[in-house]
């Protein structure tokens, strides 16, 4: 009987929590849609390359070359079984994005929770999900989703299952394919391993280092041998470095800093709590709000107490960083650190006023309930939106391409993978010159049969830094406008797509 009532009691004492839950997988499920397939070049090379990876074959799809895929493989080996059984239905696909997101929040949540009184944990769990930041990537199929989800995974199994102080062989395998996974889906990952890895040395536990290096080494190997074999060196976005790191010391820290008030404006003023809602003219005020909310977040990073706390400083350290001095800066690459910005602000305020005294969990709640507040208005507009918006992109375009075009066509364009997801064409993205006239001419050499422009948002470099991928459109652009090598032969000025074929 007592065991029955202790379940009972657990359970009353969770139905709100459940309840909350419940209401945040359908508004996740509902915003689904909120970007279009093929909004993000990002949505389908991944599900092209799960594809690939369902034949046994890591080439690109959309090469002409058949040369492999190195761009990381961990997002298409995620997400290689929902489309096996979704195939063209995308909206399923969408929905398992969805639901990947969620789950690892939540699974953050299960990890972090035990640092919560019992009366705070509603606001913490509502703080970490419910804003329209996280609802407007819910249902995009891009690597930040998937990342959040093995990470936070890996956290469970160590800390939660306590795995970091019972290692068998068994599951320093399991901990080192998850590790390798986590590499392979965004490079970040490998700042979690060396997290883990150093949190075994300063225990002195070697063996277990060994195990689990050693097991990240062999799931990560096909990979390597791939990358090594097709470009002489294993990449990880290495080329992108250099662009920050080739500029002048004091260039490089005025990046930082413009990188690190970016992505802290965003955290504080745009994403956990919606300032424009309430001052449409923020002004001042979101510097009063970025400096508030500094002070929680310094306060709970600087005093860390327990095993899983060191991890997570060491990595929030180490990722913010990362990110600081990254070359190019975008919103979404926020999105990982998200969970751990209110981890540590939450546990910042109960630094600031002592749980026992529910001062903490005034400030908590008031705190959660102007986020919330904040957000309702965006999240209705990304529902409807959601609701109201295509599956898929518009494609006139590629479905133009397809009619007018052979199968054995090459095509010339910086959208190459979206191109071959609408027509199953293949082709290259550049044909490297140094003018028109060279461009042309080896073009010809290559059999080219049309010239594909699509009006693209690149990512944001970092400041001070030029960016070779927009240079390169822009250069791409300037020689098919060329009028005695390229005739125009398309244009629809709705999609942004302009085709040309050689003269």
Known sequence: MNGNNSVRTWFTGNIFTFAGLAGILL??????????????????KWVLMARQFLRFSYASPWSFFHTPELT???TAIIIAP?????????????????????????????????????HELPFYLFALTANSFLLSFSGAIISESAYIFIFSAILYLLYNRDWLNQLTPVRALTVGAMCSLLLLTRTAGLLLIACIGLEFLLKREYKNLFFVAAATALFSLP???????????VSFYNKYWTLMMALPVKTIFESAVANALYYWKGLTCLTHIQLVSFFPRAGIIKYAVMAGLAAPFILGIIRIRSRIE??????????????????????????PFYPLYIFWVFRGIQRIAPSKT????????????VSVLSNVSSVKEIIFSSLRSPVLISHESYDW?????????????????RIHYFTGRKGVSFVPSDSSSSFAARAKTLNAAYFFIRDSEFTNPAPHVRDPIAMQYKKFISFVADKRYFAPLYINESEGVRIFTLR
């Not at 990979?223 to 060196?233: D, N």
């Not at 529910?358 to 309930?369: D, G, P």
Request: net charge negative; with cysteine.
């Open 223 to 233: 990979y390597f041998i791939v990358s090594k074999t097709a470009s002489g060196e």
């Open 401 to 417: 391409l397809a009619a007018h075009s052979k199968t054995d066509d090459l095509i010339v364009s910086m959208d190459i993978a």
């Open 82 to 118: 929902i489309v096996a059984v979704a195939g063209n239905h995308v909206l399923l696909i969408k929905l398992f994005m969805s639901g990947l997101l969620l789950s690892g929040i939540v699974l953050f949540y299960s990890v972090t929770r035990h640092f919560f009184a019992d």
């Open 72 to 74: 990381n493989w961990g």
């Open 358 to 369: 529910y001062v903490a969990f005034a400030i908590m709640a008031t705190l959660t309930v």
């Open 27 to 44: 508004i996740y499920g509902l915003s689904s849609n909120y970007l279009a397939f093929g909004h993000y070049d990002d949505d389908v």
């Open 310 to 335: 060191k991890t997570l400083f060491m990595y929030t350290v180490s990722y913010g960083a990362l990110y600081v001095l990254w070359s190019y800066c975008a919103p979404r690459y926020a999105l």
